[in-house]
T-cell receptor
Framework: ETGVTQTPRHLVMGMTNKKSLKCEQHLGHNAMYWYKQSAKKPLELMFVYSLEERVENNSVPSRFSPECPNSSHLFLHLHTLQPEDSALYLC??????????????FGPGTRLTVL | TQLLEQSPQFLSIQEGENLTVYCNSSSVFSSLQWYRQEPGEGPVLLVTVVTGGEVKKLKRLTFQFGDARKDSSLHITAAQPGDTGLYLCADTGNQFYFGTGTSLTVIP
């Protein structure tokens, strides 16, 4: 138990569906992250929020839309996804953003399958 | 974009054997972290190394940071089935860059 929870753990959706992934951290951290983990590829950083402001957006397609309503919650809204978007989506948090030696605490991930 | 190469990509060994996995960067690390990811879970931090030539030990795990801070190794002594997982290295600079990982299976 890392103090970061994600729901749902598994999600199957069609290309025309709209769904949302939820992440919650109970650690009092100020930075939260979304990563995509695909087979045979490195973890890809998608978005970073620091103190509820988006500070990084790594050229992610607009069909992925993040939302950070407060420092404890992070959402990833999904719409009109493609089969190649199937992957494990990991949420992480850290005490601060943009500092060295920062430890990231990861949730267990949401396994997403797009049909 | 920084490239982190990890080798080997896959490793399957018997319980009790020793092993070493490697992480090499195309540029100097800001600082380097090793994570372990068990099946069905997210990565968990094992260690952070900062200084070139640094060696850290965590029970049966020994982490070494290269003098030039462009490479690192993780050595496991007397591997156990509980060591099974994906081992990831990461550069913790302005952005976190992760390597592709080494998938380790320890057979009882």
């Amino acid at each position: 138990e890392t103090g970061v929870t994600q729901t749902p753990r598994h999600l199957v959706m069609g290309m025309t569906n709209k769904k949302s992934l939820k992440c919650e951290q109970h650690l009092g951290h100020n930075a939260m992250y979304w990563y995509k983990q695909s087979a045979k590829k490195p973890l890809e950083l998608m978005f970073v929020y620091s103190l509820e402001e988006r500070v990084e957006n790594n050229s992610v397609p607009s069909r992925f839309s993040p939302e950070c309503p407060n420092s404890s919650h992070l959402f990833l809204h999904l719409h009109t996804l493609q089969p190649e978007d199937s992957a494990l989506y990991l949420c992480a948090s850290s005490p601060m953003f943009h500092t060295s030696y920062n430890e990231q605490f990861f949730g267990p991930g949401t396994r997403l399958t797009v049909l | 974009t920084q490239l982190l190469e990890q080798s080997p990509q896959f490793l399957s060994i018997q319980e009790g054997e020793n092993l070493t996995v490697y992480c090499n960067s195309s540029s100097v690390f800001s600082s380097l972290q090793w994570y372990r990811q068990e099946p069905g879970e997210g990565p968990v931090l094992l260690v952070t190394v900062v200084t070139g030539g640094e060696v850290k030990k965590l029970k049966r795990l020994t982490f070494q940071f290269g003098d030039a801070r462009k490479d690192s190794s993780l050595h496991i002594t007397a591997a156990q089935p509980g060591d099974t997982g994906l081992y990831l290295c990461a550069d913790t600079g302005n952005q976190f860059y992760f390597g592709t990982g080494t998938s380790l299976t320890v057979i009882p």
